[in-house]
């Protein structure tokens, strides 16, 4: 069993960064692909980015390569999303997920393992 939980959302100006944390209970959470996911009002859940176990393979949202970054440190079983140059569209609540294939784990379609409740972004202009 593992239990996630994210911190680090709030509200910050456009431009600015963030970097949430999501921490992992349980002892298998380096056997676990991770990623992040977003979910605007209104909108359907999107894919945001992925690491694996290892964290040595990553893979992003094409449209947010470059302004992200998916870390982990296993052991501190926590995965990280350092969040650059934010813009009002990047404004929802994020989520961070658990799945053991990093192949699967890119698609809001697979049924994850585990999600975390979710932390509130706001980007304001």
């Known amino acids: 069993q593992v239990q996630l939980v994210e911190s680090g959302g709030g509200l910050v100006q456009a431009g600015g960064s963030l970097r949430l944390s999501c921490a992992a209970s349980g002892r298998t959470f380096s056997s676990y692909a991770m990623g992040w996911f977003r979910q605007a009002p209104g909108k359907e859940r999107e894919f945001v980015a992925a690491?694996?176990?290892?964290?040595?393979?990553?893979y992003y949202a094409v449209s947010l390569k470059g302004r992200f970054t998916i870390s982990r440190d296993n052991a501190k079983n926590t995965v990280y999303l350092q969040m650059n140059n934010l813009k009002p569209e990047d404004t929802a609540v994020y989520y961070c997920?658990?799945?053991?294939?990093?192949?699967?784990?890119?698609?809001?379609?697979?049924?994850?393992?585990?999600w975390g409740q979710g932390t509130q972004v706001t980007v304001s202009s």
């Open positions: 690491i694996s176990s290892s964290g040595i393979r990553t």
């Open positions: 997920a658990a799945h053991s294939s990093f192949q699967t784990i890119r698609s809001v379609s697979t049924p994850m393992d585990y």
